[in-house]
């Protein structure tokens, strides 16, 4: 199992950026996909954005491509969403996960606990 703690969520105007971070302990962080998710209340939870084990592979929802950038650093167990341009309808609490690659719920074991993302008007 793989302990996720994020951090770096916060309440930012629109037009503003952000850098989400989760560090990682337990079983090997290296050998895992890595992704971020994010919960709007009322809503689904929903696929953000994905990096392969090297970091070689991402993907992105589409309602956040060229905004967002997802990276990794696994000498320091740790993967990043770095946001820009926020819009209002990116509010939701954003979830890191461990697993593997892809864009389902299902693909992945671990959770974190989140963190709230607040974009203002």
């Known amino acids: 199992q793989v302990q996720l703690v994020e951090s770096g969520g916060g309440l930012v105007q629109a037009g503003g950026s952000l850098r989400l971070s989760c560090v990682a302990s337990g079983r090997t962080f290296s050998t895992n996909a890595m992704a971020w998710f994010r919960q709007a209340p009322g809503k689904e939870r929903e696929f953000v954005a994905v990096?392969?084990?090297?970091?070689?592979?991402?993907r992105y929802a589409d309602s956040v491509k060229g905004r967002f950038t997802i990276s990794r650093d696994n000498a320091k167990n740790t993967v990043y969403l770095q946001m820009i341009s926020l819009k209002p309808e990116d509010t939701a609490v954003y979830y890191c996960a461990a697993g593997r690659f892809g864009s389902l719920l299902s693909s992945f074991d671990d959770w974190g606990q989140g963190t709230q993302v607040t974009v203002s008007s």
């Open positions: 990096i392969s084990w090297s970091g070689a592979v991402t």
